[in-house]
């Protein structure tokens, strides 16, 4: 069975901090984890817990508001791309889904960004790239 943990790194595109940042937040006690064979590793619920966590929903927010920001201020766009905002209404596991699902779909070496913020049952994620892969992303998860 595997195991539903995400490395930080994969925290870092989720919440757009980076690991540096991430782990002053374990070391402030705002984000709990367990290093596995020296890699820190976050179940589903501690990073619900980490993104709704007052202290730090205001800069989540901030970077995801920056990642639309950044994408409509760029007026030299070398390539097509397109910046998509949907918001989901879902229960708690299939908003993990929702998460690992776009965590697997950032490629390394493709210049896109994604932010997620779930807020009780209100789930919200930007993702900002090259128009096909943005779109291959986000069809991929309504054919699952």
Known sequence: MEKNYYNINELAVISGFTTRSLRNFITMGHLK??????????TPEEIDEFLSNPN?????????????????????KKTNKICS????????EE???????YCKAMKDGVDASFKYEKHGKNVRVI???P???????INGWYKN
């Open 33 to 42: 984890g367990e290093k596995i064979d020296g890699i820190w590793q976050f």
């Open 56 to 76: 730090v929903m205001p800069g989540i927010k901030s970077k995801a508001n920056a990642v639309v920001y950044d994408f409509m201020a760029d007026t030299e």
């Open 85 to 92: 905002v949907l918001d989901y209404v879902m229960e708690d």
């Open 95 to 101: 908003a993990a889904e929702l998460s690992k699902y």
């Open 127 to 129: 993702i900002s790239g």
């Open 131 to 137: 128009e096909d892969f943005v779109l291959d992303a």
